[in-house]
């Protein structure tokens, strides 16, 4: 283990309370900025507010060691240490750009609480050349003569295996400018280079476009393979087949070519569209990620013209639905293909059954219960009487199902998979359909 630092990070939401609580499970000091005491209370009694796996095992630890912290007091957090991480929200603004107001709020409070050297480093994925506007807003509001470096460190977590992603980096980018900068990193990060994974350090623009590039590019992995599914529906092919042919190609790889309903949640959608904006601003006619992003709408909407094509009507229908985050492991709905296709179910006047097992409360605040919207804390419950079973979250226990107290439970046995989560082939007893497959 490298030497311990003290480390301040701001914002606790999924990326910034993953990064708090890693840092100090490595054994340095973290204090953890919040913008509200809202939640102030069960975080320091070591509960994460939100779901990861593995975070709140990890943040209690680290908080009766008495490694972690929180507060809301902005000059606290400034004067706590010399490196800060910027891990605040960069949403979608209304013109598809990357909203950056946190990320000035923040940098302003900032700079007007400086006491000595600090490097702050951007951690929220933010649009190429931002630590420049960065670095001038912390010049004009700081003590004249302050010294500091802006840095950033662009994060690769996925949401639900968090705390592993970050442990386990395949990669880590650090953007610098300066050899204080680069020392400080290296010390930080010493117990995962000395583990063989990769640092990679260049500047501050290259590390900030890498972000926006890595993730576009797996935006347009998972069209391309919905876009052969689509294909394979109506040429009788088994899109499965055809991943695992063109996946064997080392150059291709396996992952990230499972068709389905398409990407969600609060990175790939906002960061293809920033990117899109960002090529724009520069001149440039992003077409190819335009066209990503037109296949990943359609998949909502040609899963939803399946289930009416096999439902005929969807109104009074029973219609159970398992899964409503994004994705499997997190119970974050931003973006999830579930809020359109509930949405449009609930106009057509369908009964819906709601299950998942970690967002039901996230997604209660959009879809109240009512008489014909009714959420269940078991897997099997939802499909008493149901007339079509919907799979829209690959989740492991729905994986997992027993099949023959799914039949017994529903009206009719009919499934249609979004995430082709079963083998077809298994499937023998239900009116089995999934994407693009035989
Ligand atoms: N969620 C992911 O999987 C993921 C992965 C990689 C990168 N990112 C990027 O990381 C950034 C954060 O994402 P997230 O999912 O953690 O967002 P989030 O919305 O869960 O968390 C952001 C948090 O910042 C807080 N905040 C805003 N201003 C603040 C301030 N002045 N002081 C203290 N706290 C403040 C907000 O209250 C919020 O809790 C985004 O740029 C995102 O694109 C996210």
């Given at each position: 283990?490298?030497?311990?630092?003290?480390?301040?990070?701001?914002?606790?939401?999924?990326?910034?309370?993953?990064?708090?609580?890693c840092?100090?499970?490595?054994?340095?000091e973290?204090?953890c900025?919040?913008?509200?005491e809202?939640?102030?209370?069960i975080?320091?009694?070591g509960?994460?507010?939100?779901?990861e796996?593995?975070?709140?095992?990890?943040?209690?630890?680290?908080?009766?060691?008495?490694?972690?912290?929180?507060?809301?007091d902005?000059?606290?957090?400034?004067?706590?240490?010399?490196?800060?991480?910027?891990?605040?929200?960069?949403?979608?603004?209304?013109?598809?750009?990357a909203?950056?107001s946190?990320?000035?709020?923040?940098?302003?409070?900032?700079?007007?609480?400086?006491?000595?050297y600090?490097?702050?480093?951007?951690?929220?994925?933010?649009?190429?050349?931002?630590?420049?506007?960065?670095?001038?807003t912390i010049?004009?509001?700081?003590?004249e003569?302050?010294d500091?470096?802006?840095?950033?460190?662009?994060?690769?977590?996925?949401?639900?295996?968090g705390?592993?992603?970050?442990m386990?980096p395949?990669?880590?980018?650090?953007?610098?400018?300066?050899?204080?900068?680069?020392a400080?990193?290296?010390?930080?990060?010493?117990?995962?280079?000395?583990?063989?994974?990769?640092?990679?350090?260049t500047?501050?623009s290259?590390?900030?476009?890498?972000?926006?590039?890595?993730?576009?590019?797996?935006?347009?992995?998972?069209s391309y393979i919905n876009?052969?599914?689509?294909?394979c529906?109506?040429?009788?092919?088994?899109?499965?087949m055809?991943?695992?042919g063109?996946?064997?190609?080392?150059r291709?790889?396996?992952?990230?070519?499972?068709?389905g309903?398409?990407?969600?949640?609060s990175?790939?959608?906002?960061?293809?569209?920033?990117f899109?904006?960002?090529?724009?601003?520069?001149?440039?006619?992003?077409?190819?990620?335009?066209e990503?992003?037109?296949?990943?709408a359609?998949q909502?909407r040609?899963?939803?013209d399946k289930?009416?094509?096999?439902?005929?009507?969807n109104k009074?229908?029973n219609?159970a639905i398992?899964?409503?985050?994004f994705?499997?492991?997190?119970d974050?709905?931003?973006?999830?293909?579930?809020?359109?296709?509930?949405?449009e179910l609930?106009?057509?006047?369908?009964?819906l059954?709601?299950?998942?097992?970690?967002?039901?409360?996230?997604?209660?605040?959009?879809?109240?219960?009512?008489?014909?919207?009714k959420?269940?804390?078991?897997?099997y419950?939802?499909?008493?009487?149901a007339?079509a079973?919907?799979?829209i979250t690959?989740w492991?226990?729905?994986?997992?199902?027993?099949?023959?107290k799914?039949?017994?439970?529903?009206?009719?046995?009919?499934?249609?998979d979004?995430?082709?989560i079963?083998q077809?082939?298994?499937?023998?007893?239900?009116?089995?359909?999934?994407?693009?497959?035989?």
């Amino acid at each position: 283990m490298g030497d311990l630092m003290k480390i301040t990070v701001i914002g606790a939401g999924y990326v910034g309370l993953v990064t708090a609580v890693c840092f100090a499970d490595l054994g340095n000091e973290v204090l953890c900025a919040k913008k509200t005491e809202s939640n102030m209370d069960i975080l320091k009694k070591g509960i994460s507010p939100i779901y990861e796996d593995g975070l709140t095992e990890m943040l209690k630890k680290n908080v009766e060691d008495g490694r972690i912290n929180f507060t809301t007091d902005i000059q606290e957090a400034v004067n706590f240490s010399d490196i800060i991480f910027i891990c605040v929200g960069t949403p979608q603004s209304e013109n598809g750009k990357a909203d950056l107001s946190q990320v000035e709020d923040i940098s302003h409070n900032i700079a007007r609480y400086m006491n000595g050297y600090k490097l702050i480093v951007e951690k929220s994925t933010v649009p190429v050349n931002t630590h420049r506007w960065v670095k001038k807003t912390i010049k004009r509001y700081a003590p004249e003569g302050t010294d500091f470096d802006v840095a950033s460190n662009p994060e690769f977590l996925r949401e639900g295996t968090g705390v592993y992603d970050f442990m386990n980096p395949d990669r880590i980018v650090v953007g610098v400018e300066s050899d204080i900068a680069k020392a400080l990193f290296k010390k930080l990060y010493d117990p995962f280079t000395e583990k063989g994974h990769h640092l990679l350090i260049t500047n501050p623009s290259t590390a900030e476009l890498i972000k926006h590039a890595s993730n576009s590019f797996l935006a347009m992995k998972i069209s391309y393979i919905n876009m052969i599914a689509g294909l394979c529906d109506k040429v009788d092919v088994d899109v499965e087949m055809v991943a695992e042919g063109i996946g064997l190609d080392e150059r291709v790889g396996k992952k990230f070519l499972n068709a389905g309903i398409g990407y969600g949640g609060s990175c790939f959608p906002k960061d293809v569209k920033a990117f899109i904006k960002i090529a724009e601003d520069h001149g440039l006619e992003f077409g190819l990620l335009k066209e990503a992003e037109k296949i990943n709408a359609h998949q909502r909407r040609a899963f939803l013209d399946k289930v009416e094509d096999i439902l005929w009507i969807n109104k009074d229908k029973n219609i159970a639905i398992w899964g409503l985050a994004f994705k499997p492991d997190t119970d974050d709905i931003r973006e999830a293909p579930a809020i359109d296709i509930v949405r449009e179910l609930k106009e057509n006047g369908a009964n819906l059954l709601l299950h998942d097992p970690e967002a039901i409360n996230n997604f209660k605040k959009i879809f109240p219960e009512s008489d014909h919207l009714k959420y269940y804390e078991d897997q099997y419950e939802v499909l008493r009487n149901a007339d079509a079973l919907l799979i829209i979250t690959e989740w492991g226990l729905y994986r997992s199902a027993n099949l023959k107290k799914v039949k017994k439970l529903m009206r009719l046995p009919i499934i249609i998979d979004g995430r082709n989560i079963f083998q077809p082939e298994k499937m023998k007893e239900f009116e089995y359909y999934s994407m693009g497959r035989r």
